[in-house]
């Protein structure tokens, strides 16, 4: 799942010319972080791949394999600017993702939602495989998760508001189901518009 974009304050317009160098500093980090974005985006199936309609089969066996690519998933989380990723949007049909929860990254596998609840409430959700595409979507506002860590031990979490939002977003991907899937008609139409002309060129 995709980050909000932020917003860059430009209260402090003086500050350029106080601090000449801290600014080259700052550009070259913003610089920098967009090629990591971008290459990391490069990394992520985009839509049209029909892999991100598949539905992802149990993951069977705790090996190092799952901990290392896990840790390359967290990592391209990080980079794609995003607070979720699952296996099937980088083209491995097992069913486990990333998250990053309050600042803390974990890893669940063969996730499991064993509670619903607290009520709906619709928000804007985007997704590192639907490029700017930003869809609202209802999801409930509690959910309990039951899965397993990258060694296999077992793993409940019962998480609220935005974590409850990723986590629902991304057990949708291990089904093969996407957030255009789940908003209202019009906004389904004017997403696919969006995502139409890059279909074109991806054809090519
Ligand atoms: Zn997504």
């Known amino acids: 799942m995709a980050e909000h974009e932020h917003e860059h304050d430009h209260e402090h317009e003086d500050a350029e010319h106080e601090h000449p160098e801290e600014q080259d500093g700052d550009a070259e980090r913003e610089a ?25 089969g149990e993951v069977e066996t705790f090996d190092e394999e799952l901990a290392r690519l896990a840790d390359r998933m ?5 980079d794609a600017d995003g607070v979720g990723l699952a296996a099937t949007q980088v083209g491995i049909l ?3 993702f990333v998250f990053s929860q309050d ?3 974990r890893v669940l596998v063969n996730p499991v939602i064993t509670r619903r ?6 928000d804007d959700e985007g997704c590192l495989s639907l490029g700017a595409v930003r869809v609202p979507v209802e999801r409930q506002l ?6 397993k860590d990258a060694n ?7 998480l609220e508001g ?6 629902q977003h991304e057990v949708d991907h291990l089904d093969g189901v996407l957030i255009i899937d789940r908003t209202d008609a019009e906004s389904r139409k004017e997403a696919m518009a969006q995502l139409r002309p890059r279909l074109l060129l991806a054809s090519r």
């Open 162 to 167: 935005m974590p409850a939002r990723v986590v």
């Open 117 to 122: 609840g607290g009520g709906v409430e619709i």
């Open 32 to 56: 920098e972080q967009l090629a990591r974005k971008r290459i990391a985006l490069a990394q992520i199936r985009q839509f049209g791949d029909p892999v991100l309609r598949m539905r992802a």
């Open 152 to 158: 296999g031990a077992e793993v409940k979490l019962e």
């Open 142 to 147: 509690e959910v309990t998760i039951e899965a």
């Open 94 to 96: 097992r069913r486990f």
């Open 103 to 105: 600042g803390v990254d």
């Open 74 to 78: 967290i990592a391209l989380m990080h």
